[in-house]
């Protein structure tokens, strides 16, 4: 177990994962960056016989990422995404307007709880660069999905985010922009190529993933 202290001061902790594959972990973490606030990162390297006993330390769930602040533990990527907007609101981490608002709340529930064949066959391994492989009918379908899902935000914000500024719903797509750019998943809609750029540009990403590509031994099993 490793700390990594992003500020003399930090306010809470949070524990995740590799960083190379363990995309819970990158979005619950490029949330905490966004919203503005120190804290100190506990790193467990997943997949290793001592990875439930260590996070259990920190949280009942034996999963990675868990945000500790004081007395309260909030465990899952969702609800610690919604921890940190009620803690942080001045970050603006959903839209002002409460449709737009709504419609962001959507777009992270559904990469929160779908997309199940993409996530099994390309499983996010930030190392990893790859050729396209031979994919299921419904792992298609969830990138066709997920290619009209960011269309149809990217017109009516014109970018450069989905919902114009940085929100969760950027951070919960991102490591679905690396599944996309390991396994070499042809893209040609200009506005999609742009806004997959502009992810890769954000400055948590970017740290994100130079930290990534220096861990060691690792295999790409989590999804
Ligand atoms: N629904 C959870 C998923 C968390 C999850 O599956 N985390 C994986 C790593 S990405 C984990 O902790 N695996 C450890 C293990 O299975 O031992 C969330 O959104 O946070």
Excluded: C
Excluded at 92 to 107: H, I, M
Excluded at 202 to 219: D, I, P
């Amino acid at each position: 177990m490793t700390y990594h202290v992003h500020s003399d001061k930090p306010i809470f902790d949070l524990v995740i994962g590799d960083k190379a594959y363990s995309s819970w972990s990158m979005r619950a973490w490029l949330v905490a960056v966004q919203s503005g606030l120190p804290f100190r990162e506990i790193n467990i390297k997943l997949d290793s016989p001592k990875t439930a006993e260590q996070i259990l330390k920190h949280s009942p769930s034996k999963k990675v990422p868990a945000l500790k602040h004081g007395k309260t533990i909030v465990w899952d990527s969702l609800a610690i995404a919604e921890y940190l907007h009620e803690l942080s609101p001045e970050a603006k981490l959903w839209p002002d307007d409460s449709a737009l608002r709504a419609l962001a709340r959507s777009y992270a529930a559904e990469v929160h709880s779908g997309f199940a064949s993409l996530r099994t066959e390309l499983s996010m391994d930030i190392q990893l660069k790859t050729k396209a492989r031979h994919l299921s009918r419904g792992a298609i379908a969830d990138i066709e999905r997920i290619l009209e899902m960011w269309k149809t935000a990217l017109k009516q914000s014109e970018g450069p985010y989905l919902f114009g500024d940085f929100t969760i719903a950027d951070a919960f797509f991102a490591p679905i922009v690396f599944r996309f750019l390991s396994y070499g998943v042809q893209i040609k809609d200009k506005m999609v190529l742009e806004y997959m750029n502009n992810v890769q540009e954000h400055h948590g990403v970017q740290f994100w993933v130079e930290e990534a590509l220096q861990e060691k031994n690792h295999s790409p099993v989590f999804k």
